[in-house]
């Protein structure tokens, strides 16, 4: 190492993403036992689509063949949480889909509501060039704006 400090035998970054994607799993677990989100909280999620263990439809692997985000906010269900992943039920252009992620297929969590962020080191090729995609399941409803479409703009950082 240039800065003069010896290697570490003891694999630190990997402990820390394995500890931080628990923190999503115990969120999610939560949410499930509960029934739901409480107040305003709802959630982005950031996953590789190709990981080992992710079970999602076909259609959504060929439009989005690396990363994806979706979102859980108003029009989720079938939540259901273990020690290793989570499933849920969500919709993508009006059709009802079931996705499987394990959360070391997680490479991004955001809370906007309290402005809560979590950014995980994707744990395959990392000469792999990264094509991030916007969540494209059915959200929230948006307010439609003059020209009559739905889009709607996503602010993650803070405004100050």
Do not use: C
């Not at 994607?21 to 982005?44: K, M, T």
């Not at 990264?130 to 929230?140: C, S, T």
């Amino acid at each position: 190492m240039s800065d003069g400090l010896p290697d570490s035998l003891i694999p630190y970054d990997e402990i820390v993403q394995e500890a931080l994607r628990a923190v999503v799993g115990r969120v999610l677990g939560s949410v499930a036992e509960a029934g739901g989100l409480p107040g305003e909280h709802h959630f982005y999620i950031t996953f590789k689509t190709q990981a080992p263990g992710v079970d999602i439809p076909r259609r959504l692997i060929e439009r989005f063949p690396d990363e994806m985000t979706i979102v859980m906010q108003n029009r989720y269900w079938d939540l259901t949480v273990d020690d290793e992943r989570f499933s849920v039920g969500l919709s993508f252009n009006q059709v009802p889909s079931k996705l499987v992620i394990p959360y070391s297929a997680i490479t991004g969590f955001h809370d906007p509501a309290v402005n809560f962020e979590l950014r995980f080191q994707a744990q395959e090729d990392p000469d792999a060039a990264a094509e991030v995609h916007d969540a494209e399941n059915d959200g929230p409803i948006a307010q439609p704006v003059e020209d009559g479409s739905n889009v709607v703009s996503v602010d993650f950082k803070r405004k100050k």
